[in-house]
Antibody, heavy 114, light 107 residues
Framework: QVQLQESGPGLVKPSGTLSLTCSVSGGSLSSYYWGWIRQPPGKGLEWIGYIYPSGDNNYNPSLKSRVTISVDTSKNQFSLKLNSVTTADTAVYYC????????WGRGALVTVSS | EIVLTQSPATLSLSPGERATLSCRASQSVDSYLAWYQQKPGQAPRLLIYDAFNRATGIPARFSGSGSETDFTLTISSLEPEDFAVYYCHQRLNWPWTFGQGTKVEIK
């Protein structure tokens, strides 16, 4: 059974960098996209971007200038960095397996506050 | 960006009733449309992919239909555990997008 688990700081200061890692167990990163999706409190779902094990990636144009997604196949992990954060970036951040999004992490709440 | 519009925003029904949820795309998404269920405090769960294919372990009371711009998720007879928020999602054009959700609540 494939399992995903997000990890990282739950509190980030404004103008700082949000960093999260998704650890994948029970399966290989090969042959799938691996993505980040966020959900502000009480709101809907928004794609941040995804990465393929080869390193090819795609970012949401609305966040592209601030986002980096990377992959470490040796650790079966992929990571998200979002810089210059504001309070609008406060959300639950999910990692998920694409393209069908058939496996999700439980989500990590990241609050941007001073 | 493809916009997905879900209707209604809220559906108030009783257990045992049939639920019909709609998702309309601003342009064709072919059949690259999926449905997810989300309960409070939980991650979304894949129900239907590529318009009409049930995901592994999803009960037969859930069915999807449609193509191009108009899609429907039908729950034939609501069970107590089906009361949740449902999202549609397209993966034809990047950025992939979600609808705003339909909440199915107990009447």
């Amino acid at each position: 059974q494939v399992q995903l688990q997000e990890s990282g700081p739950g509190l980030v200061k404004p103008s700082g960098t949000l960093s999260l890692t998704c650890s994948v167990s029970g399966g290989s990163l090969s042959s799938y996209y691996w993505g980040w999706i966020r959900q502000p409190p009480g709101k809907g779902l928004e794609w941040i971007g995804y990465i393929y094990p080869s390193g090819d990636n795609n970012y949401n144009p609305s966040l592209k200038s601030r986002v980096t997604i990377s992959v470490d196949t040796s650790k079966n992990q992929f990571s998200l960095k979002l810089n210059s954060v504001t309070t609008a970036d406060t959300a639950v951040y999910y990692c998920a397996r694409g393209p069908r999004l058939d496996y999700w992490g439980r989500g990590a709440l990241v609050t941007v506050s001073s | 960006e493809i916009v997905l519009t879900q209707s209604p925003a809220t559906l108030s029904l009783s257990p045992g009733e049939r639920a019909t949820l709609s998702c309309r795309a601003s342009q064709s998404v072919d059949s690259y449309l999926a449905w997810y269920q989300q309960k409070p405090g939980q991650a979304p769960r894949l129900l239907i992919y590529d318009a009409f294919n049930r995901a592994t372990g999803i009960p037969a009371r859930f069915s999807g239909s449609g193509s191009e711009t108009d899609f429907t998720l039908t729950i034939s007879s609501l069970e107590p555990e089906d009361f949740a928020v449902y999202y549609c999602h397209q993966r034809l054009n990047w950025p992939w997008t979600f609808g705003q959700g339909t909440k199915v609540e107990i009447k």
